[in-house]
Antibody
Framework: EVQLVESGGGLVQPGGSLRLSCAAS????????MNWVRQAPGKGLEWVSY????????HYADSVKGRFTMSRDIAKNSLYLQMNSLRPEDTAVYYC????????WGQGTLVTVSS | SYALTQPPSVSVSPGQTASITCSGD??????ACWYQQKAGQSPVLVIY???KRPSGIPERFSGSNSGNTATLTISGTQAMDEADYYC??????????FGGGTKLTVL
Protein backbone atom coordinates (compact mmCIF):
# COMPACT_ATOMS: atom_id res chain seq x y z
CA GLU A 1 0.00 0.00 0.00
CA VAL A 2 1.37 3.39 -1.00
CA GLN A 3 1.81 5.67 2.02
CA LEU A 4 3.10 9.21 2.34
CA VAL A 5 3.40 10.59 5.86
CA GLU A 6 4.32 14.22 6.42
CA SER A 7 5.76 15.58 9.65
CA GLY A 8 7.58 18.61 11.00
CA GLY A 9 4.82 21.21 10.94
CA GLY A 10 4.09 23.52 13.82
CA LEU A 11 3.92 27.10 15.01
CA VAL A 12 6.82 29.36 14.05
CA GLN A 13 7.41 33.10 14.24
CA PRO A 14 7.77 35.22 11.10
CA GLY A 15 11.33 34.99 9.84
CA GLY A 16 11.80 31.57 11.38
CA SER A 17 12.56 28.19 9.84
CA LEU A 18 11.03 24.73 9.71
CA ARG A 19 11.98 21.48 8.03
CA LEU A 20 9.19 19.28 6.77
CA SER A 21 9.65 15.57 6.08
CA CYS A 22 7.65 13.12 4.02
CA ALA A 23 8.22 9.40 4.65
CA ALA A 24 7.34 7.24 1.66
CA SER A 25 6.53 3.53 1.71
CA UNK A 26 4.78 0.89 -0.37
CA UNK A 27 6.42 1.85 -3.67
CA UNK A 28 9.86 2.27 -5.26
CA UNK A 29 10.55 5.80 -4.09
CA UNK A 30 13.71 6.31 -6.13
CA UNK A 31 11.92 6.11 -9.50
CA UNK A 32 9.24 8.70 -8.78
CA UNK A 33 9.20 12.45 -9.13
CA MET A 34 7.68 14.17 -6.09
CA ASN A 35 5.93 17.42 -5.28
CA TRP A 36 5.08 19.60 -2.31
CA VAL A 37 1.67 21.26 -2.47
CA ARG A 38 0.15 23.55 0.15
CA GLN A 39 -3.31 24.74 1.06
CA ALA A 40 -3.91 27.85 3.13
CA PRO A 41 -6.90 27.71 5.50
CA GLY A 42 -10.11 27.88 3.48
CA LYS A 43 -8.21 28.33 0.22
CA GLY A 44 -7.30 26.26 -2.82
CA LEU A 45 -4.32 24.11 -3.65
CA GLU A 46 -1.01 25.80 -4.44
CA TRP A 47 1.93 23.94 -5.91
CA VAL A 48 5.17 24.66 -4.01
CA SER A 49 7.99 22.58 -5.47
CA TYR A 50 8.97 19.59 -7.61
CA UNK A 51 11.94 17.23 -7.58
CA UNK A 52 12.92 14.74 -10.24
CA UNK A 53 13.47 11.07 -9.45
CA UNK A 54 17.23 11.56 -9.43
CA UNK A 55 17.04 14.75 -7.42
CA UNK A 56 19.04 16.58 -10.07
CA UNK A 57 16.14 18.79 -11.18
CA UNK A 58 14.19 20.92 -8.72
CA HIS A 59 11.62 23.61 -9.46
CA TYR A 60 9.94 26.11 -7.14
CA ALA A 61 6.92 28.36 -7.22
CA ASP A 62 7.86 32.02 -7.46
CA SER A 63 6.26 32.60 -4.04
CA VAL A 64 8.86 30.43 -2.28
CA LYS A 65 11.88 30.66 -4.56
CA GLY A 66 15.03 31.59 -2.65
CA ARG A 67 13.45 30.73 0.73
CA PHE A 68 12.49 27.04 0.44
CA THR A 69 14.75 24.12 -0.47
CA MET A 70 13.45 20.72 -1.52
CA SER A 71 15.54 17.57 -1.29
CA ARG A 72 15.23 13.81 -1.12
CA ASP A 73 17.12 10.94 0.53
CA ILE A 74 16.75 7.74 -1.47
CA ALA A 75 18.30 5.62 1.27
CA LYS A 76 15.71 6.83 3.77
CA ASN A 77 12.79 6.91 1.32
CA SER A 78 12.19 10.46 2.43
CA LEU A 79 11.41 13.85 0.99
CA TYR A 80 12.22 17.14 2.69
CA LEU A 81 11.27 20.80 2.50
CA GLN A 82 13.53 23.25 4.29
CA MET A 83 11.58 26.47 4.82
CA ASN A 84 13.45 29.63 5.79
CA SER A 85 12.42 33.26 6.20
CA LEU A 86 8.85 32.15 6.82
CA ARG A 87 6.04 34.64 6.35
CA PRO A 88 2.45 34.68 7.65
CA GLU A 89 1.26 33.93 4.10
CA ASP A 90 3.14 30.61 4.25
CA THR A 91 0.59 29.39 6.80
CA ALA A 92 -0.97 26.29 5.26
CA VAL A 93 -1.31 22.54 5.32
CA TYR A 94 1.65 21.15 3.39
CA TYR A 95 1.18 17.93 1.42
CA CYS A 96 3.69 15.74 -0.36
CA UNK A 97 2.34 14.13 -3.54
CA UNK A 98 3.74 11.44 -5.79
CA UNK A 99 4.61 11.88 -9.44
CA UNK A 100 3.77 14.41 -12.12
CA UNK A 101 0.13 13.46 -11.82
CA UNK A 102 0.11 13.56 -7.99
CA UNK A 103 -1.59 10.20 -7.81
CA UNK A 104 -1.05 9.77 -4.07
CA TRP A 105 -1.08 12.41 -1.34
CA GLY A 106 -0.14 12.37 2.31
CA GLN A 107 -2.41 13.54 5.10
CA GLY A 108 -0.63 16.88 5.31
CA THR A 109 1.16 18.75 8.08
CA LEU A 110 0.04 22.18 9.32
CA VAL A 111 2.49 25.07 9.34
CA THR A 112 1.41 28.20 11.18
CA VAL A 113 3.52 31.34 10.88
CA SER A 114 2.47 33.83 13.51
CA SER A 115 3.89 35.96 16.29
CA SER B 1 2.56 33.21 -15.53
CA TYR B 2 0.22 30.46 -16.62
CA ALA B 3 -3.22 30.34 -15.00
CA LEU B 4 -6.12 27.91 -14.89
CA THR B 5 -9.64 29.26 -14.31
CA GLN B 6 -12.52 27.30 -12.80
CA PRO B 7 -16.04 28.40 -11.84
CA PRO B 8 -16.25 28.86 -8.06
CA SER B 9 -19.33 26.71 -7.74
CA VAL B 10 -21.51 24.25 -9.64
CA SER B 11 -24.82 22.81 -8.48
CA VAL B 12 -26.44 19.61 -9.69
CA SER B 13 -29.45 17.50 -8.74
CA PRO B 14 -28.87 13.88 -7.70
CA GLY B 15 -28.77 11.58 -10.71
CA GLN B 16 -28.04 14.40 -13.14
CA THR B 17 -24.81 15.21 -14.97
CA ALA B 18 -22.37 17.73 -13.55
CA SER B 19 -19.77 19.44 -15.72
CA ILE B 20 -16.87 21.41 -14.28
CA THR B 21 -14.69 23.40 -16.65
CA CYS B 22 -11.07 24.48 -16.43
CA SER B 23 -9.77 27.12 -18.82
CA GLY B 24 -6.21 28.00 -19.73
CA ASP B 25 -4.28 29.23 -22.74
CA UNK B 26 -3.86 26.28 -25.14
CA UNK B 27 -4.70 23.91 -22.30
CA UNK B 28 -5.55 21.24 -24.88
CA UNK B 29 -1.84 21.02 -25.72
CA UNK B 30 -1.05 19.97 -22.15
CA UNK B 31 -2.16 17.06 -19.98
CA ALA B 32 -4.86 17.90 -17.43
CA CYS B 33 -5.58 16.18 -14.13
CA TRP B 34 -8.53 16.50 -11.78
CA TYR B 35 -8.65 16.06 -8.01
CA GLN B 36 -11.54 15.64 -5.61
CA GLN B 37 -11.18 16.99 -2.09
CA LYS B 38 -13.82 16.37 0.54
CA ALA B 39 -13.98 18.47 3.68
CA GLY B 40 -11.09 17.76 6.01
CA GLN B 41 -9.46 15.23 3.68
CA SER B 42 -6.49 15.13 1.34
CA PRO B 43 -7.07 15.49 -2.41
CA VAL B 44 -7.76 12.36 -4.45
CA LEU B 45 -6.83 12.01 -8.12
CA VAL B 46 -9.94 11.24 -10.19
CA ILE B 47 -8.73 11.92 -13.76
CA TYR B 48 -5.22 12.08 -15.24
CA UNK B 49 -3.83 12.57 -18.72
CA UNK B 50 -7.09 14.31 -19.70
CA UNK B 51 -9.30 11.21 -19.80
CA LYS B 52 -7.83 8.36 -17.72
CA ARG B 53 -9.36 7.14 -14.45
CA PRO B 54 -7.14 5.70 -11.71
CA SER B 55 -8.19 2.32 -10.38
CA GLY B 56 -10.98 2.62 -7.85
CA ILE B 57 -12.49 5.75 -9.37
CA PRO B 58 -16.10 5.14 -10.49
CA GLU B 59 -16.89 5.11 -14.21
CA ARG B 60 -19.26 8.03 -13.75
CA PHE B 61 -16.18 10.29 -13.66
CA SER B 62 -14.84 11.23 -17.09
CA GLY B 63 -12.67 13.94 -18.58
CA SER B 64 -11.96 15.74 -21.82
CA ASN B 65 -9.49 18.40 -22.94
CA SER B 66 -9.48 20.40 -26.15
CA GLY B 67 -8.64 23.91 -27.23
CA ASN B 68 -8.50 26.08 -24.14
CA THR B 69 -10.81 24.02 -21.92
CA ALA B 70 -10.64 20.82 -19.94
CA THR B 71 -13.88 19.41 -18.56
CA LEU B 72 -14.63 17.02 -15.73
CA THR B 73 -17.98 15.30 -16.17
CA ILE B 74 -19.77 13.37 -13.45
CA SER B 75 -22.67 11.31 -14.79
CA GLY B 76 -25.44 10.20 -12.46
CA THR B 77 -24.08 12.45 -9.70
CA GLN B 78 -24.45 11.09 -6.19
CA ALA B 79 -24.54 12.86 -2.85
CA MET B 80 -21.12 11.40 -2.05
CA ASP B 81 -19.66 13.38 -4.99
CA GLU B 82 -20.21 16.68 -3.18
CA ALA B 83 -16.71 18.09 -2.79
CA ASP B 84 -14.22 20.63 -4.07
CA TYR B 85 -12.68 19.80 -7.45
CA TYR B 86 -9.35 21.11 -8.74
CA CYS B 87 -7.82 20.90 -12.18
CA UNK B 88 -4.06 20.76 -12.66
CA UNK B 89 -1.61 21.05 -15.53
CA UNK B 90 2.03 21.80 -16.16
CA UNK B 91 2.01 25.47 -17.10
CA UNK B 92 5.52 25.29 -18.44
CA UNK B 93 8.37 22.83 -18.30
CA UNK B 94 9.16 24.07 -14.82
CA UNK B 95 5.91 24.73 -13.00
CA UNK B 96 2.75 22.94 -11.96
CA UNK B 97 -0.43 24.99 -11.90
CA PHE B 98 -3.70 24.31 -10.08
CA GLY B 99 -7.04 25.87 -10.87
CA GLY B 100 -8.75 27.83 -8.12
CA GLY B 101 -11.17 25.01 -7.37
CA THR B 102 -14.91 24.43 -7.86
CA LYS B 103 -17.30 23.59 -5.07
CA LEU B 104 -19.77 20.99 -6.32
CA THR B 105 -23.09 21.01 -4.50
CA VAL B 106 -25.52 18.13 -4.94
CA LEU B 107 -29.00 19.29 -4.06
Amino acid sequence: EVQLVESGGGLVQPGGSLRLSCAASGFTFRVYEMNWVRQAPGKGLEWVSYISSSGNTIHYADSVKGRFTMSRDIAKNSLYLQMNSLRPEDTAVYYCARGQICDYWGQGTLVTVSS
Amino acid sequence: SYALTQPPSVSVSPGQTASITCSGDELGDKYACWYQQKAGQSPVLVIYHDTKRPSGIPERFSGSNSGNTATLTISGTQAMDEADYYCQAWGSSTAVVFGGGTKLTVL
